[in-house]
């Protein structure tokens, strides 16, 4: 595998605080070095060509060399929270809620019968053109659900078409009751039999996490219990959909559990705030969600003062978050949920990170996955500063130019 030395950086963003100033970490004039599809080294751009010889990488001559141009670099966005492996859309839900009808979680339903009726063929290349929208937008990390099919052969593929793109698969049978079971009485508690018996055997073998969307519309605590325990007794990790649509217990249920994180967040306690505040479970806003359903934004500055770690996904899916661009998620976070452009950031890319429980992603320095976005900017700033406009120039995947 090449050598490259990247230089001719005029910011980087490590978010290793011991690597440069603040809490991302940021160098000026600075160069990365790239081996074995990890980074080797990250200093000042001067001390590049001593710092090839004394890692013993060979001549300067034979490394690929690439200049950044004095732009921005930063570590590949982490998208820890996605749901694109479906069939249709849901453009007239839209259309719909812009006219002033709400958001509910039964929407799903519809995008259930869609995905069951398209075949694998269909369902994996739409899966490839996100996961390649994705990566021309700086998301070299993503975690994709299940959820769309909530029978057992259906989840079961959708699991496995996902592990085709990445390892962060997470079975998410319990995301509604489908249709055949919620016309009739006792069916979800029938419905959770199922997600954690047959479907969770048969999906386990593709996944890494299990999750429930623990809400009014969808399952109640006690039922989210049963799953999350069931798919941790299985081997998988948990993670929880809560406080979407309303403040509920889901949080405290995912701290009680161990979850790695507890996404939306829109509707939180004071005592929620402060149980997380004193946990390892990460809260992960999804921006795109609140601007799509015009629900009130949480408060990402309510939560960091509060000493919550907190990450920023995009919940790509056809109902309430229908987009893949991460620097869109960075530019609501700061617009409209009270963050700095370099909280905004680290959420993007460490947050998630440790939402994944990921250790080599999300930041830059040796040892770590070479995952790198170059912007076409002097400052990531811009990200916010210029929302909707294609700001990424290049990325690296594992030290492999992917895009640019």
């Known amino acids: ?128 053109g996100f996961v390649d929208e994705m990566l021309a937008q700086g998301t070299t990390t993503l975690e994709i659900k299940s959820g769309y099919g909530l029978s057992v052969e259906s989840e079961e593929r959708l699991v496995r078409l996902a592990s085709e793109v990445t390892d962060e698969v997470t079975f998410l049978g319990a995301h509604v009751v489908p249709a055949e079971f919620a016309s009739r009485e006792g069916g979800a508690d029938e419905y959770v039999e199922l997600v954690t018996g047959p479907m969770l055997e048969a999906c386990a073998p593709h996944a890494k996490w299990i999750d429930v969307f623990c809400e009014t519309g969808a399952f109640s605590v006690e039922q989210s219990r049963r799953v999350l325990e069931a798919g941790i007794t299985a081997g998988l990790k948990p993670r ?76 790509t899916n056809p109902g309430s978050s229908f987009t893949s661009s991460m620097p869109f998620c960075i530019a609501v976070a700061v617009r409209d949920m009270g963050m700095t452009p370099a909280e905004a950031l680290w959420a993007a890319t460490a947050g998630g990170a440790v939402a994944l429980e990921r250790a080599d992603v999300g930041r830059l320095m040796p040892g770590t996955r070479a995952d790198l976005v170059q912007l076409k900017t002097p400052g990531y700033v811009h990200l916010a500063y210029r929302p909707g406009v294609p700001l990424v120039q290049r990325v690296w995947k594992d030290g492999t130019l992917v895009v640019g």
């Not at 009808?101 to 369902?123: K, M, N, P």
């Not at 889901?250 to 004071?270: N, P, Q």
């Not at 149980?275 to 390892?280: G, V």
């Not at 999804?286 to 500055?301: C, D």
């Open 240 to 315: 929880v959909h809560a406080s979407q649509l309303g403040p509920g217990d889901g949080v405290r249920l995912a701290i009680e559990l161990g979850a790695a994180s507890v996404d939306h967040c829109t509707y939180l306690s004071d005592e929620d705030v402060a149980a997380l505040a004193a946990s390892s479970t990460v809260a992960t806003l999804l921006p795109g969600v609140e601007f799509s359903t015009r629900q009130p934004y949480p408060s990402g500055r309510r939560l960091l003062d509060a000493g919550v770690t907190v990450a920023i996904a995009c919940d």
């Open 1 to 128: 595998m090449t050598t490259t030395l990247l230089t001719d950086i005029g910011l980087l963003v490590t978010n290793d605080p011991t690597l440069g100033t603040g809490p991302t970490g940021e160098l000026t004039d600075a160069a990365v070095i790239i081996d074995g599809g990890r980074v080797a080294w990250i200093g000042a751009a001067v001390d590049a060509a001593t710092a090839i010889a004394e890692l013993g990488l060979g001549p300067l001559s034979d490394i690929d060399k690439q200049s950044a141009g004095g732009a921005c670099v930063i570590p590949g966005f982490v998208d820890s929270h996605s749901h694109v492996v479906f069939g249709g859309d849901r453009a007239a839900e839209f259309e719909a809620r812009m006219a002033g009808r709400t958001y509910e979680a039964g929407g799903i339903r519809s995008t259930v019968a869609a995905t069951r009726a398209a075949s694998d063929e269909e369902l994996r290349a739409r899966l490839y």
